[in-house]
Protein backbone atom coordinates (compact mmCIF):
# COMPACT_ATOMS: atom_id res chain seq x y z
CA UNK A 1 0.00 0.00 0.00
CA UNK A 2 0.99 3.43 -0.77
CA UNK A 3 1.54 5.40 2.05
CA UNK A 4 1.92 9.52 2.23
CA UNK A 5 3.87 10.14 4.80
CA UNK A 6 3.46 13.74 5.02
CA UNK A 7 0.08 13.31 5.39
CA UNK A 8 0.66 10.70 8.40
CA UNK A 9 2.82 12.89 10.30
CA UNK A 10 0.23 15.74 9.78
CA UNK A 11 -2.52 13.12 11.28
CA UNK A 12 -0.68 11.64 13.96
CA UNK A 13 -0.22 14.89 15.56
CA UNK A 14 -4.10 15.60 15.54
CA UNK A 15 -5.40 12.21 15.89
CA UNK A 16 -3.10 10.04 18.58
CA UNK A 17 -5.60 6.75 17.70
CA UNK A 18 -4.37 6.63 14.19
CA UNK A 19 -1.74 4.36 13.17
CA UNK A 20 -0.14 1.13 11.06
CA UNK A 21 -0.86 -2.01 13.68
CA UNK A 22 0.14 -5.45 11.80
CA UNK A 23 0.50 -3.88 8.87
CA UNK A 24 -3.00 -2.44 8.93
CA UNK A 25 -4.41 1.12 8.72
CA UNK A 26 -6.30 0.89 11.98
CA UNK A 27 -9.22 4.33 12.41
CA UNK A 28 -8.49 5.60 9.28
CA UNK A 29 -12.45 6.40 8.13
CA UNK A 30 -12.81 9.05 10.74
CA UNK A 31 -10.37 11.34 9.46
CA UNK A 32 -11.34 15.28 9.28
CA UNK A 33 -14.66 13.44 7.76
CA UNK A 34 -12.02 12.63 4.94
CA UNK A 35 -11.61 15.92 2.91
CA UNK A 36 -15.05 16.73 2.73
CA UNK A 37 -16.23 13.63 1.23
CA UNK A 38 -19.05 11.70 3.38
CA UNK A 39 -21.02 8.71 2.40
CA UNK A 40 -25.04 9.48 2.57
CA UNK A 41 -27.48 6.67 2.17
CA UNK A 42 -31.40 7.01 1.38
CA UNK A 43 -33.73 7.65 4.37
CA UNK A 44 -34.55 4.02 4.21
CA UNK A 45 -31.43 2.03 4.01
CA UNK A 46 -29.11 0.93 1.76
CA UNK A 47 -28.83 1.27 -1.74
CA UNK A 48 -31.91 3.22 -2.26
CA UNK A 49 -31.17 6.62 -3.73
CA UNK A 50 -30.99 7.12 -7.87
CA UNK A 51 -28.89 9.36 -9.11
CA UNK A 52 -31.68 12.42 -9.11
CA UNK A 53 -32.11 11.55 -5.37
CA UNK A 54 -28.42 11.20 -4.67
CA UNK A 55 -28.02 14.45 -6.11
CA UNK A 56 -30.74 16.12 -4.29
CA UNK A 57 -29.23 14.58 -0.84
CA UNK A 58 -25.82 16.30 -0.98
CA UNK A 59 -27.13 19.21 -1.93
CA UNK A 60 -29.71 19.50 0.41
CA UNK A 61 -26.93 19.30 2.59
CA UNK A 62 -25.10 22.26 0.85
CA UNK A 63 -22.72 20.12 -1.25
CA UNK A 64 -22.76 18.34 -4.35
CA UNK A 65 -21.64 14.39 -5.18
CA UNK A 66 -18.10 14.39 -5.21
CA UNK A 67 -16.08 14.01 -7.97
CA UNK A 68 -13.83 10.42 -8.56
CA UNK A 69 -10.96 12.66 -7.85
CA UNK A 70 -12.53 13.96 -4.71
CA UNK A 71 -13.27 10.38 -3.69
CA UNK A 72 -10.15 9.35 -4.39
CA UNK A 73 -8.43 11.61 -2.65
CA UNK A 74 -10.38 11.01 0.17
CA UNK A 75 -9.51 7.51 0.28
CA UNK A 76 -5.87 8.35 -0.04
CA UNK A 77 -5.70 9.72 3.85
CA UNK A 78 -7.65 6.61 4.56
CA UNK A 79 -11.83 7.21 3.86
CA UNK A 80 -12.62 3.27 3.49
CA UNK A 81 -16.06 2.53 3.06
CA UNK A 82 -17.68 -0.69 1.55
CA UNK A 83 -20.98 0.52 0.03
CA UNK A 84 -21.29 1.57 -3.68
CA UNK A 85 -22.19 4.82 -4.15
CA UNK A 86 -23.13 7.73 -6.89
CA UNK A 87 -20.52 10.24 -8.24
CA UNK A 88 -20.88 13.48 -9.79
CA UNK A 89 -22.19 12.61 -13.75
CA UNK A 90 -23.20 9.46 -12.76
CA UNK A 91 -20.21 6.92 -11.96
CA UNK A 92 -20.91 4.62 -8.93
CA UNK A 93 -18.20 3.20 -6.78
CA UNK A 94 -16.48 3.26 -3.43
CA UNK A 95 -13.05 3.69 -1.84
CA UNK A 96 -11.23 0.42 -0.36
CA UNK A 97 -8.18 1.39 2.06
CA UNK A 98 -7.98 -1.73 3.72
CA UNK A 99 -8.08 -4.69 1.55
CA UNK A 100 -10.31 -7.38 2.59
CA UNK A 101 -12.34 -10.72 1.17
CA UNK A 102 -15.68 -9.38 1.92
CA UNK A 103 -15.25 -5.70 -0.17
CA UNK A 104 -13.03 -5.00 -2.73
CA UNK A 105 -12.06 -7.96 -4.16
CA UNK A 106 -8.88 -7.87 -2.15
CA UNK A 107 -7.46 -4.88 -3.61
CA UNK A 108 -7.26 -1.36 -2.35
CA UNK A 109 -8.00 1.82 -4.79
CA UNK A 110 -11.41 2.80 -6.20
CA UNK A 111 -13.86 0.44 -6.95
CA UNK A 112 -14.90 1.63 -10.00
CA UNK A 113 -18.53 0.31 -11.24
CA UNK A 114 -18.19 3.01 -14.09
CA UNK A 115 -20.70 5.74 -16.01
CA UNK A 116 -24.14 4.16 -15.06
CA UNK A 117 -26.22 4.29 -18.17
CA UNK A 118 -29.27 3.79 -15.83
CA UNK A 119 -29.89 6.64 -13.23
CA UNK A 120 -32.58 4.89 -11.92
CA UNK A 121 -30.31 2.13 -10.50
CA UNK A 122 -30.55 2.69 -6.82
CA UNK A 123 -27.31 3.60 -4.99
CA UNK A 124 -25.99 5.26 -2.47
CA UNK A 125 -24.34 8.83 -2.25
CA UNK A 126 -20.86 10.36 -1.79
CA UNK A 127 -21.67 13.67 -1.34
CA UNK A 128 -18.26 16.47 -0.89
CA UNK A 129 -19.05 19.19 1.16
CA UNK A 130 -16.06 21.58 2.17
CA UNK A 131 -18.24 23.31 4.31
CA UNK A 132 -19.74 21.16 6.39
CA UNK A 133 -19.19 21.15 9.83
CA UNK A 134 -17.27 18.08 10.91
CA UNK A 135 -16.30 16.83 14.05
CA UNK A 136 -15.74 14.12 15.90
CA UNK A 137 -12.66 11.82 15.34
CA UNK A 138 -10.83 8.34 17.02
CA UNK A 139 -11.01 7.70 20.73
CA UNK A 140 -9.01 4.78 22.74
CA UNK A 141 -9.26 6.07 26.08
CA UNK A 142 -11.48 4.05 28.48
CA UNK A 143 -13.84 6.17 29.03
CA UNK A 144 -15.31 9.13 27.33
CA UNK A 145 -17.57 11.93 26.98
CA UNK A 146 -19.38 13.05 23.54
CA UNK A 147 -20.89 16.41 23.21
CA UNK A 148 -22.43 17.87 20.30
CA UNK A 149 -20.41 20.58 19.21
CA UNK A 150 -21.09 23.89 21.02
CA UNK A 151 -23.12 21.92 23.70
CA UNK A 152 -24.97 23.34 26.01
CA UNK A 153 -25.79 25.31 23.73
CA UNK A 154 -27.51 24.04 20.48
CA UNK A 155 -25.66 22.89 17.98
CA UNK A 156 -25.83 24.02 14.59
CA UNK A 157 -27.21 23.08 11.01
CA UNK A 158 -25.42 21.09 8.93
CA UNK A 159 -23.31 18.98 11.10
CA UNK A 160 -21.81 15.92 10.48
CA UNK A 161 -19.80 13.85 12.81
CA UNK A 162 -18.17 10.56 13.05
CA UNK A 163 -17.02 9.17 16.86
CA UNK A 164 -15.19 6.48 16.07
CA UNK A 165 -14.45 4.41 19.58
CA UNK A 166 -12.24 1.95 19.72
CA UNK A 167 -11.17 -0.21 23.24
CA UNK A 168 -8.56 -2.76 24.04
CA UNK A 169 -9.00 -6.12 22.43
CA UNK A 170 -11.19 -8.13 24.57
CA UNK A 171 -13.22 -4.74 25.68
CA UNK A 172 -16.55 -4.26 25.10
CA UNK A 173 -17.81 -0.42 24.55
CA UNK A 174 -20.87 0.56 26.53
CA UNK A 175 -22.93 3.74 25.40
CA UNK A 176 -24.53 5.55 28.13
CA UNK A 177 -26.86 8.82 27.25
CA UNK A 178 -26.72 11.39 29.85
CA UNK A 179 -28.64 14.15 27.76
CA UNK A 180 -30.03 14.11 24.58
CA UNK A 181 -32.32 16.17 22.86
CA UNK A 182 -32.40 16.64 18.92
CA UNK A 183 -35.32 18.14 16.20
CA UNK A 184 -38.05 15.52 16.74
CA UNK A 185 -39.70 13.72 13.71
CA UNK A 186 -41.19 10.54 13.89
CA UNK A 187 -38.68 8.19 11.44
CA UNK A 188 -35.35 10.66 12.47
CA UNK A 189 -35.14 12.05 9.17
CA UNK A 190 -33.93 15.68 9.80
CA UNK A 191 -31.05 15.07 12.19
CA UNK A 192 -29.93 11.59 13.91
CA UNK A 193 -27.79 9.95 16.47
CA UNK A 194 -26.71 6.44 14.53
CA UNK A 195 -25.07 3.77 16.53
CA UNK A 196 -23.10 1.30 14.97
CA UNK A 197 -21.56 -1.99 16.30
CA UNK A 198 -18.57 -1.72 13.74
CA UNK A 199 -15.61 0.26 12.80
CA UNK A 200 -17.96 1.75 9.81
CA UNK A 201 -21.54 3.27 9.19
CA UNK A 202 -22.21 0.33 7.06
CA UNK A 203 -22.51 -2.61 8.96
CA UNK A 204 -23.52 -3.28 12.64
CA UNK A 205 -26.39 -0.84 12.65
CA UNK A 206 -27.48 -0.36 15.97
CA UNK A 207 -30.34 2.46 15.52
CA UNK A 208 -30.97 5.57 14.63
CA UNK A 209 -32.27 8.24 17.10
CA UNK A 210 -33.71 11.93 17.58
CA UNK A 211 -35.99 13.50 19.51
CA UNK A 212 -35.69 13.94 23.96
CA UNK A 213 -36.19 10.69 25.38
CA UNK A 214 -33.19 9.11 26.62
CA UNK A 215 -32.78 5.84 24.88
CA UNK A 216 -31.20 2.47 27.00
CA UNK A 217 -27.55 1.90 27.16
CA UNK A 218 -25.91 -0.09 24.31
CA UNK A 219 -23.11 -2.16 24.83
CA UNK A 220 -20.82 -3.32 21.68
CA UNK A 221 -20.27 -7.08 20.78
CA UNK A 222 -16.77 -6.18 20.21
CA UNK A 223 -14.28 -3.46 21.05
CA UNK A 224 -15.40 -0.94 18.32
CA UNK A 225 -17.94 1.45 18.10
CA UNK A 226 -19.03 4.32 15.70
CA UNK A 227 -21.44 7.10 16.57
CA UNK A 228 -22.60 9.24 13.84
CA UNK A 229 -24.06 12.22 14.09
CA UNK A 230 -25.82 14.68 11.20
CA UNK A 231 -27.97 17.75 11.37
CA UNK A 232 -29.64 18.94 8.23
CA UNK A 233 -30.44 22.70 6.83
CA UNK A 234 -32.85 24.15 9.67
CA UNK A 235 -34.29 23.43 13.29
CA UNK A 236 -32.01 22.97 15.75
CA UNK A 237 -32.03 21.49 19.52
CA UNK A 238 -29.90 21.32 22.94
CA UNK A 239 -27.80 18.35 21.86
CA UNK A 240 -26.47 15.62 23.70
CA UNK A 241 -23.77 14.22 26.27
CA UNK A 242 -23.21 10.70 25.37
CA UNK A 243 -20.59 8.72 27.67
CA UNK A 244 -19.07 5.43 26.94
CA UNK A 245 -17.17 2.90 28.99
CA UNK A 246 -14.90 0.36 28.12
CA UNK A 247 -16.04 -2.92 29.90
CA UNK A 248 -13.67 -5.18 30.73
CA UNK A 249 -14.58 -9.19 29.06
CA UNK A 250 -16.57 -11.30 31.25
CA UNK A 251 -15.04 -14.48 33.13
CA UNK A 252 -13.88 -16.33 30.76
CA UNK A 253 -16.41 -19.79 30.32
CA UNK A 254 -15.60 -22.83 28.45
CA UNK A 255 -16.38 -22.50 24.45
CA UNK A 256 -19.70 -22.16 22.69
CA UNK A 257 -21.14 -21.07 26.08
CA UNK A 258 -19.30 -18.02 26.59
CA UNK A 259 -20.93 -16.28 23.58
CA UNK A 260 -24.43 -17.35 24.51
CA UNK A 261 -24.00 -16.88 28.04
CA UNK A 262 -22.75 -13.21 27.86
CA UNK A 263 -25.32 -12.29 25.23
CA UNK A 264 -28.07 -10.68 27.57
CA UNK A 265 -27.19 -7.60 27.57
CA UNK A 266 -24.81 -7.45 24.43
CA UNK A 267 -25.99 -6.65 20.31
CA UNK A 268 -26.15 -9.74 18.09
CA UNK A 269 -23.84 -8.70 15.68
CA UNK A 270 -20.27 -9.57 14.35
CA UNK A 271 -18.85 -6.66 13.09
CA UNK A 272 -17.28 -5.17 15.96
CA UNK A 273 -14.32 -7.27 16.71
CA UNK A 274 -11.02 -6.02 14.93
C1 LIG B 1 -32.98 0.78 -14.74
O1 LIG B 1 -32.81 0.34 -13.41
C2 LIG B 1 -34.02 0.17 -12.70
C3 LIG B 1 -33.65 -0.15 -11.26
O2 LIG B 1 -32.69 -1.15 -11.17
C4 LIG B 1 -34.83 -0.92 -13.37
O3 LIG B 1 -36.05 -1.08 -12.68
C5 LIG B 1 -35.10 -0.52 -14.79
O4 LIG B 1 -35.77 -1.55 -15.45
C6 LIG B 1 -33.79 -0.22 -15.53
N1 LIG B 1 -34.08 0.32 -16.83
C7 LIG B 1 -33.53 -0.15 -17.93
C8 LIG B 1 -33.88 0.52 -19.20
O5 LIG B 1 -32.75 -1.10 -17.92
C1 LIG C 1 -23.60 -24.44 28.44
O1 LIG C 1 -24.63 -23.83 29.18
C2 LIG C 1 -25.75 -24.69 29.35
C3 LIG C 1 -26.86 -23.93 30.07
O2 LIG C 1 -26.48 -22.63 30.37
C4 LIG C 1 -25.34 -25.95 30.11
O3 LIG C 1 -26.45 -26.81 30.27
C5 LIG C 1 -24.23 -26.66 29.38
O4 LIG C 1 -23.78 -27.73 30.12
C6 LIG C 1 -23.10 -25.69 29.12
N1 LIG C 1 -22.10 -26.32 28.28
C7 LIG C 1 -20.78 -26.22 28.48
C8 LIG C 1 -19.90 -26.90 27.50
O5 LIG C 1 -20.33 -25.60 29.44
CA1 LIG D 1 -32.42 20.12 12.03
Same mark, same amino acid.
Request: hydrophobic share 35%.
Given at each position: ?????? #?????????????? /?? &????????????? &?? %??????? =??? $??????????????????????? !??????????????????? =?????????? +?????? =??? &????? +???? *?????? @????????????? &?? #???????? /?????? *???????????????? %??????? $?F??FD??E?????????????????????? =??YCGDELP?????? +? *???? !?? #??? @???????? #? $?????????????? +? /????????? *??????????
Amino acid at each position: MVVFPF #FFALLWERAPGWGF /KD &GVLHNSIWLERAA &GV %YHREGRS =GKY $QLTYAEAKAVCEYEGGHLATYQQ !LEAARKIGFHMCAAGWMAK =GRVGYPIVKP +GSNCGF =GKT &GIVDY +GFRL *NRSERW @DAYCYNPNGKDCG &GV #FTDSKYIF /KTPGYP *NEYENDQICYWHIRVK %YGQRVQI $QFVDFDLEEDASCMSDYLEIYDSYDDVNGFV =GRYCGDELPDPIVST +G *NVMT !LK #FLS @DASVTAGG #F $QIKYVALDPPKKSA +G /KNATTQSNT *NYLAGKFGIM
